[in-house]
């Protein structure tokens, strides 16, 4: 594992388009190599949206600090 969630993550694939953002990011797991993949709409300095992995999905928030 490479760390906890809420840490930097080099992101790739990264697309902006007018509010809509999506980027993914490969991360360890055990001993698993797994891209995390995220949707979202942008408003201000925060992202709302879904993010997948390993064929599950949930909301999240990123927040510019």
Not at 2 to 12: C, L
């Amino acid at each position: 594992d490479d760390g906890p969630a809420g840490r930097e993550r080099r992101i790739t694939g990264g697309i902006i388009e007018g509010d809509q953002v999506s980027f993914s990011f490969k991360r360890n797991y055990l001993l698993l190599k797994v891209t995390a993949g995220f949707k979202g709409t942008l408003s201000g300095s925060t992202i709302t949206g879904r993010a997948t992995a390993m064929g599950f999905s949930g909301p999240f928030t990123a927040v510019r600090q």
